[in-house]
């Protein structure tokens, strides 16, 4: 069993930046393929980034490419997702997957990722 605690969430004023945290605990975190996904009021969750980290490779949605950037900390069983130039678009809750099982190209869906945090609420001001 894995728990999984998103962090770092907040209300930022329109082109600030964030660093959401997600720490893993109850086993080695040792997942090949971790993500973050948000949802926003309203819409359907949606993917942000992917992680493969047996092959290094990572895959972003593209209304995020170039301003996040997802990173992990072993020592302290972390994953990170740095947030800059956020803009209001960007305002949802942001919750941290782990233990996906099906194929890398196929990351960016929710269905594949069996462990889930709780979410942390991003808020992002005109």
């Known amino acids: 069993q894995v728990q999984l605690v998103e962090s770092g969430g907040g209300l930022v004023q329109a082109g600030a930046s964030l660093r959401l945290s997600c720490a893993a605990s109850g086993r080695t975190f040792g997942s090949r393929v971790m993500g973050w996904f948000r949802q926003a009021p309203g819409k359907e969750r949606e993917f942000v980034v992917a992680?493969?980290?047996?092959?290094?490779?990572?895959y972003y949605a593209d209304s995020v490419k170039g301003r996040f950037t997802i990173s992990r900390d072993n020592a302290k069983n972390t994953m990170y997702l740095q947030m800059n130039s956020l803009k209001p678009e960007d305002t949802a809750v942001y919750y941290c997957?782990?233990?996906?099982?099906?194929?890398?190209?196929?990351?960016?869906?929710?269905?594949?990722?069996?462990?889930w945090g709780q979410g942390t609420q991003v808020t992002v001001s005109s």
């Open positions: 992680i493969n980290w047996s092959i290094g490779s990572t």
């Open positions: 997957a782990a233990d996906y099982s099906g194929e890398w190209y196929n990351a960016k869906y929710e269905t594949g990722y069996r462990y």
